[in-house]
């Protein structure tokens, strides 16, 4: 049975580096990722979205690479979704060596 949908949102301090962790309070599921930058970047540089499971780094995953190299809105939608549970972090990081500003968005839903 879902839950309801929860977004979680970052922003850049002038330009800087995007590291992020969501750590889940309670089960639930990633429903999308979503970054927007001020100008696209010209330095090719993976966004790395990474799923640390709570149950230890062997169970550790990656759910995204992406070159940022010309972009300006990216969004990735999983779905299925892909399922949390408590103490499940969802790590995201991303060099932005050209000082773009960005903005991040993560949507879980609980269940």
């Given at each position: 049975?879902?839950?309801?949908?929860?977004?979680?949102?970052?922003?850049?301090?002038?330009?800087?580096?995007?590291?992020?962790?969501?750590?889940?309070?309670?089960d639930g599921q990633l429903r999308e990722v979503r970054l927007y930058t001020s100008a696209a970047p010209v330095t090719a540089e993976d966004?790395?979205?990474?799923?640390?499971?709570?149950l230890g780094a062997i169970y550790q995953y990656k759910i995204l690479t992406y070159d940022m190299l010309d972009v300006t809105d990216l969004v990735r939608t999983y779905n299925p979704p892909i399922l949390l549970y408590t103490g499940d972090a969802i790590m995201s990081a991303w060099t932005n060596s050209d000082g773009r500003n960005w903005g991040y968005q993560v949507i879980v839903e609980g269940r």
């Open positions: 049975m879902a839950g309801s949908a929860f977004l979680h949102i970052d922003t850049s301090a002038a330009g800087a580096a995007l590291a992020h962790t969501l750590t889940l309070t309670s966004l790395t979205i990474i799923i640390h499971s709570a």
